[in-house]
Nanobody
Framework: QVQLVESGGGLVQAGGSLRLSCAAS????????MGWYRQAPGKQRELVAG???????NYADSVKGRFTISRDHAKDTVYLQIDSLKPEDTAVYYC????????WGQGTQVTVSS
């Protein structure tokens, strides 16, 4: 089973930036769509960005222009660059393999202070 390990979360001020990383174990990484989801307290988990094996991307309307998803096949890693952070971006961010999701990472907390 593929394991996903996120890193890069933290506490930042509004307007700041973070880069989240998700390292995957297992050879099927390059064959699968990858996604970043987030879950804020009291809210459902939502998809914020996805990237296909060929590099096509899609974003939730709420993050378009501020979030950028990318992947490095050589490193089996997917990234989420988050710019112009807002307090409403505060959430646990999860990396996911496949669509429908086959595996989840453990999550990394992003907290944005105003």
């Amino acid at each position: 089973q593929v394991q996903l390990v996120e890193s890069g979360g933290g506490l930042v001020q509004a307007g700041g930036s973070l880069r989240l990383s998700c390292a995957a174990s297992g050879s099927i990484f390059s064959l699968r769509t990858m996604g970043w989801y987030r879950q804020a307290p009291g809210k459902q988990r939502e998809l914020v960005a996805g990237i296909s094996s060929g590099g096509s991307t899609n974003y939730a309307d709420s993050v378009k222009g501020r979030f950028t998803i990318s992947r490095d096949h050589a490193k089996d890693t997917v990234y989420l660059q988050i710019d112009s952070l807002k307090p409403e971006d505060t959430a646990v961010y999860y990396c996911a393999l496949g669509y429908p999701v086959r595996s989840w990472g453990q999550g990394t907390q992003v907290t944005v202070s105003s």
